[in-house]
C-alpha cells in the first residue's frame, strides 16, 4: 500500500490507495502433484527452483519458488494446527469432566462391571464412637 496526498483548494487529505493485485495463478494438480514430489525428495528449503523451472513451461524460477513457499506454509500451518488439537484433546478441564466420562454411562468394552461386596468395602463406621 502506498500513501496518496491529495491536494484540494480547501483541504489537505492523506489517503491510502491500494494497488491492483495481479491475478491469481492456476496451478494445475499435475505440476503441483510434481512440485511437492520434488520438494519430498530435496532436503527442507533446498529445492532449487531455477534447475527445476524447465519442468514447468510458462512458469518463471519465481513463480516456482513462490509456490513451494506456499505449499511449505500450508504445511506448517497444517502440523500447528493438528499438535494444538492434539494438546487440547491431551488435557481434559477437570478431572470430573463429563467429556471424560464414557459415552451414556457405559464401561470399556474390555471392562466388566462387578458390583462391590461390603467385603471389597470393609466395615463401615458411621456414628460409632473412635476409640
Not at 500500500?1 to 491475478?23: E, I
Not at 510434481?34 to 532436503?43: I, R, S, T
Not at 513457499?69 to 500450508?74: G, N, P, S
Not at 451414556?104 to 473412635?130: C, D, F, K, S
Request: net charge positive; proline share 9%; hydrophobic share 35%.
Amino acid at each position: 500500500m502506498c500513501t496518496l496526498t491529495l491536494v484540494t483548494s480547501h483541504t489537505m487529505r492523506v489517503g491510502r490507495v491500494r494497488r491492483m493485485r495481479a491475478p491469481r495463478a492456476r496451478w494445475g494438480d499435475a505440476e503441483l502433484a510434481l512440485l511437492k514430489h520434488l520438494m519430498w525428495l530435496a532436503e527442507p528449503g533446498a529445492l532449487d527452483c531455477r534447475g527445476v523451472v524447465y519442468l514447468f513451461p510458462g512458469r518463471s524460477w519465481t513463480d516456482v519458488k513462490r509456490r513451494c513457499d506456499c505449499i511449505r506454509d500450508l504445511a506448517r500451518r497444517k502440523e500447528r494446527k493438528r499438535e494444538r488439537a492434539e494438546q487440547e484433546a491431551a488435557e481434559p478441564d477437570s478431572p470430573t469432566s463429563v467429556t471424560a466420562l464414557p459415552p451414556a454411562g457405559r464401561l470399556h468394552p474390555a471392562l466388566m462391571w462387578v458390583p462391590p461386596t461390603g467385603y471389597e468395602i470393609g466395615p463401615m463406621n458411621l456414628g460409632q464412637p473412635m476409640d
